[in-house]
């Protein structure tokens, strides 16, 4: 590090400043600590300050000798409980992470501190980081901890199961200690853990019993790991808030989750947005929360696919709950005769005010309860007025009402996974004909790209398999029209759609959540059509820091690997 480098380290850290509560924070300070050297003024720091009970670090680099440095600094700390250390490895290497991480813990365990908040968010260490803290999270120094988060390391299955059992060791430990574990904060977003790490973790849940908080949103999830969370849940009483979104509940995982809510008296806020719940789902949990659940704030079921049946029970169970200030079913399938209704029903029960608002609501299918998701051979067997006495047009003992023939022209207006399957086989040439001339503009073709990847999950390959199809047909009937020379323009258009540059026009809103147009978009960049240029444009912009890339990472991550391969 050069002098004037050293200078800048300096300078930032005679800003830095004991808080009241003995909290020292270089947080955001853009540090890179690579070596004893670069680190020398924050060990000063550390070893001047008396009395440290916690550490802010976030916003900083530390390599594997700046971290031993630290470390040792740290051995004189038996007072130390809070440990903030997320985003705190920016740019290090996979082999790094683990040697810095367990030259902390090894401190913290030397000396004989007692955690009680351990905050790795935003780490992307993978499994390999969660080596680098086996011992720690296994000493006596974490059977004070509280708050363990997590949150966006990519710890993957490998990773969750690492935790967990780490975790259930400590809590073994713990209580033959008379000293049991008591974590009541834990954060785990956006890590890939999907059912077999979920699962695992919900039995480490069951045993601790202490559990207040818990936010697992973004992690593949589908009802069977839902169902084992649920299950670990009613034994966590004290639990107040339920972080679950942007998993897979479907109606069977939402049904087995309502079974436990009237055990979990406790709860203030439920999250289970984007979650696929669908009606039935939405009704099975509204009814769990009819009676009881005094203390609920919160509850958001927004991207359910929640028809105007479910909502409207939904809006209707609410009537009792003295302290909620938020009621969020935006983005499901109400229509504008269910808005109005759902309206109606908050205004009668006199809480309109705590209702969010209603402006992305994917219009009514028409459709009652999970008996409108028939599948794509059935549906085609359907005929409006026909009798329903066909044994082979009934679903588990249930008659399937006809629904009318979805159109092109139908999905486009108000996409949804069934509307695109309802398309049938023939769905991308439907779109085709739907956009007629306009399939050879890049812009009006690259705004139906969009509509059509809007509907796609990173766990139904289904769905994804059918917008593949369809927006690869219309992006190359596009280029095929416009050649090479307008290869800075697709990437321009597709990045400007997905709200990753501005475009001229102001009124045009992004979409909150781009994981879908990025899966299909990992698809279309391999394509003998799609332009090289446009894939070197593609790559240079999402792999930079924002806050839309940032909230769809592992859907960003396979993008990127695709467009490094080429």
Known sequence: MSSSDISSVTDQLAKT???????LS???????LNNADDAKDLVTEIENCQVMTALRME????????????????????????????????????????????????????????????????NAFGPN????????????????LQELRLNNNGLGITGGKMLTDCLTECHQNSVKAGKPLKLKVFVSGRNRLENPGATALAAVFKALGSLEEV?????????????????????????????????????????NMAKVLPKLQNLEVINFGDCL?????????????????????????????INKQGASAVAENMENKLNLTRLDLNCNMLGEEGIEEVRGTMEAIGKLDI????????????????????????????????????????????????????????????????????????RAQALREELGADVNDIEKAVHTFMKISSVVTMEDTKIKEAACDCADQIIEEAVKCNRENDA?????????????????????????????????????????????????????????????????????HKLLQTLYAF
């Open 17 to 23: 400043k004991v808080d009241e509560q003995n909290e």
């Open 26 to 32: 270089f947080k955001g300070k853009g540090l890179k």
């Open 59 to 122: 916003g900083n680099t530390l390599g594997v000798d700046a971290a031993e440095v630290i470390a040792k600094a740290l051995e004189k700390h038996p007072e130390f409980q809070r440990a903030h250390w997320s985003d705190m490895f920016t740019g290090r290497l996979k082999t790094e992470i683990p040697q810095a991480l367990e030259f902390l813990g090894a401190a913290i365990m030397k000396a004989g501190a007692g955690l009680v908040t351990l905050d790795l968010s935003d």
């Open 129 to 144: 980081g969660v080596v680098g803290l086996v011992n720690l999270l296994k000493s006596s120094s974490c059977y004070t």
């Open 215 to 255: 936010a697992m949103p973004q992690n593949g999830i589908n009802a069977e790991g839902v169902t084992a969370l649920a299950e670990a849940f009613a034994e966590n009483k004290n639990l107040r808030v339920m972080n679950l979104s942007d998993n897979t509940f479907t109606h069977a995982g939402a049904k």
């Open 277 to 305: 719940v669908r009606t039935d789902g939405a009704i099975a949990l509204s009814h769990a929360l009819k009676d009881g659940h005094q203390k609920l704030k919160e509850l958001n079921l927004s991207g359910n696919e």
């Open 355 to 426: 209702l969010a608002s209603l402006s992305d609501d994917e219009g009514s299918d028409d459709g009652e309860g999970e008996n409108q998701y028939v599948e794509e051979d059935v549906a085609q067997d359907i005929v409006e007025g026909e009798e329903m006495n066909d044994p082979a047009l009934q679903v588990k003992g249930k008659a399937i009402t006809p629904n009318k023939q979805t159109t092109a022209k139908d999905f486009l207006a108000f996409p949804s996974p069934n509307k695109l399957l309802q398309l049938g086989s023939g």
């Open 488 to 556: 800075v323009l697709l990437s321009n258009t597709i990045l400007v759609y997905m709200g990753v540059l501005k475009g001229e026009d102001k009124s045009y809103k992004p979409p909150s959540n781009i994981t879908g147009p990025l899966l299909v978009l990992e698809h279309i960049v391999r394509q003998p059509y799609f332009p090289k240029f446009s894939r070197e444009m593609l790559q240079a912009f999402c792999s930079k820091p924002h806050p839309l890339l940032d909230s769809a990472s592992q859907a960003r």
